[in-house]
Nanobody, 115 residues
């Protein structure tokens, strides 16, 4: 059974930083594409960043230059380093795993940025 568990969320002031982690159970991680998304109250879930099994990355324009996605294969973990945070970054952040046509989501971690 595949499980994704996010951690590292919290409250931070504008301009601050947080690093989110997403730990994946099972052996599915190595060939998977991992992504980070977020959903603010009353809004659609939004794509943020993606990393392939080979380390290729792409980002949404809204976070490019501020957020960095990375993965640690021995630890089955993907990270999202978030710098220069803004109040509009406040949301629940989710990680997603895609492999062989299957998708799995974590339950999310709350990030709150105050001005």
């Amino acid at each position: 059974q595949v499980q994704l568990v996010e951690s590292g969320g919290g409250s931070v002031q504008s301009g601050g930083s947080l690093r989110l982690s997403c730990a994946v159970s099972g052996s599915i991680f190595s060939g998977a594409v991992m992504g980070w998304y977020r959903q603010a109250p009353g809004k659609e879930r939004e794509f943020l960043a993606r990393i392939t099994s080979g380390g290729g990355t792409n980002y949404a324009d809204s976070v490019k230059g501020r957020f960095t996605i990375s993965r640690d294969s021995p630890k089955n973990t993907v990270y999202l380093q978030m710098n220069s945070l803004k109040p509009e970054d406040t949301a629940v952040y989710y990680c997603k795993l895609d492999r062989n046509g299957w998708s799995f989501w974590g339950r999310g971690t709350q990030v709150t940025v105050s001005s």
